[in-house]
Nanobody, 120 residues
Framework: QVQLVESGGGLVQSGGSLRLSCAAS????????MGWYRQAPGKQRELVATITSGGSINYADSVKGRFTISRDNAKNTVYLQMNSLKPEDTAVYYCNAAIVNSDYVRMNYWGKGTLVTVSS
């Protein structure tokens, strides 16, 4: 079994910062792309940022220049540093990872999500 556990969400004022973390654990042989997605109330889940095992990064246009994704491969952890937060960033943030287990089976996993609320 594989688990993704997010942490770091909370309530912050507009213009503030938060850092999200997501740690993967369990039957892990290797981890490919890791990323963050978010879902605001009444909206579909959308991509925020992804990072490959080689360090290639992709951001949604709405967060470019404000959010930074990084990962620590030794800790199987991905981070999302969020600066200059806006009320429209309010959402549940989900961690996602493509993981190969010891049987060399690749699957896509999701965390349970962490709520980020930005007050105006």
């Amino acid at each position: 079994q594989v688990q993704l556990v997010e942490s770091g969400g909370g309530l912050v004022q507009s213009g503030g910062s938060l850092r999200l973390s997501c740690a993967a654990s369990g039957n892990i042989f290797s981890i490919y792309t890791m990323g963050w997605y978010r879902q605001a109330p009444g909206k579909q889940r959308e991509l925020v940022a992804t990072i490959t095992s080689g360090g290639s990064i992709n951001y949604a246009d709405s967060v470019k220049g404000r959010f930074t994704i990084s990962r620590d491969n030794a800790k199987n952890t991905v981070y999302l540093q969020m600066n200059s937060l806006k009320p429209e960033d309010t959402a549940v943030y989900y961690c996602n990872a493509a993981i190969v287990n010891s049987d060399y089976v690749r699957m896509n996993y999701w965390g349970k999500g962490t709520l980020v609320t930005v007050s105006s």
